[in-house]
């Protein structure tokens, strides 16, 4: 196997609050391979936005890195200065963040955006900056005549293609898509994921892809990681998740679900709700809504397991 694009060891990110540090990311481990779509599932809060930011070094203020590597490509992002930082972006790796049809300059044309991504990497002329904005959003499926619009003229599915593009303009090996379809309808949000599947097909790039939706994502990563409560509980294929979940957390999530051919009354949603990181419960943070829950849930945080080749997870009685 080819070495991994992305490692990340043991990262923790934390909130400086009044009342102390909130761990929002909490030793956090995984790789992403060359080519390969993992997804990160979880509920909101659950630090997959914040996992996102802290590895492209984005984090806004009160947020630190408080431990851990990140290594891209064999670099510690950790270790880079700004400067180096900033020829990394876009060139190696890109983000579409979240909410990203309202991440769209209004007052200048998306082409001219596109053109200013790649003139300030690459020094290109205008005119080959503007031919490759057009074939950019030719690959998208917007006409290139759209390229002297305003984001107020396209449509939110349009907004979003757009953005893709920018994340596209210098082909990096890693594209990071924080709920790129949030807001879209169920229509647009399939076409955009067949699309970013094409283009991946096409480009060979890795995709880190963050969704709440676990469902859409098992359909459409190769393997998919889930978080709970700033910790990742359970790893491994997606295919193979999706039918023999081990963590009591991801199988809540799937029956919450409901099935086209069945009843409402199929899909059973978790009792409880998450739980403050303020003050987390010990052990396992989710024995307090977990009904297998055992004594030394409470007492220890579980180790990993690995229940079948490649699939993880952490809970005493997943084996």
């Known amino acids: 196997m080819s070495d991994p694009v992305l490692e990340v060891r043991d990262l923790c990110v934390d909130y400086i609050t009044p009342r102390g540090p909130v761990r929002a990311v909490d030793s956090v481990s995984l790789d992403v391979a060359p080519g390969e779509l993992l997804g990160i599932a979880g509920e909101s809060g659950s630090g997959k936005s914040t996992l996102a930011q802290a590895l492209l070094r984005t984090l806004p203020p009160p947020a630190v890195i408080s431990r851990g590597t990140v290594r891209f490509e064999g670099r510690d992002l950790l270790a880079l200065d700004e400067n180096e930082l900033r020829g990394l972006r876009w060139s190696r790796i890109s983000m579409v963040f979240q909410g990203a049809m309202d991440s769209l300059n209004p007052v200048i044309p998306v082409g001219e955006q596109i053109e200013d991504v790649i003139r300030v990497h690459t020094r290109a002329p205008h005119a080959e900056a ?38 596209l303009a210098l082909r990096p090996a890693l594209v990071i898509l924080d709920e790129p379809t949030t807001a879209l309808d169920v229509i647009v949000e399939r076409d955009i994921l067949k699309q970013i599947r094409s283009l991946q097909a ?18 459409f990563s190769d393997r998919v990681a889930v978080f709970y409560a700033a910790r990742l509980v359970e790893l491994g294929p997606s295919a193979r998740v999706a039918h023999a979940a081990r963590h009591p957390y991801t199988r809540g999530l799937l029956r919450a679900f409901p099935r086209v051919h069945g009843t409402m009354s199929d899909a059973v949603s978790i009792p409880g709700a998450p739980p403050s990181l303020i003050h987390p419960p010990p052990g396992c943070r989710f024995h307090p809504r977990c009904a297998l829950a055992i004594p030394a849930c409470r007492e220890r945080i579980p180790d990993w397991i ?4 490649g699939h993880f997870a952490a809970c005493p009685v997943a084996k």
């Open 130 to 167: 503007r031919r490759r904005a057009a074939e950019l959003l030719t690959m998208v499926d917007i006409d290139p005549r759209r390229l002297d619009a305003y984001a107020h003229q396209l449509s939110g599915g349009m907004r979003q293609r757009v953005c893709i593009a920018l994340a």
């Open 202 to 219: 096409q480009l060979g790039f890795a995709v880190l892809f963050i969704t709440h939706d676990l469902a859409r994502m098992l359909q």
């Open 306 to 309: 690995e229940v079948a080749p």
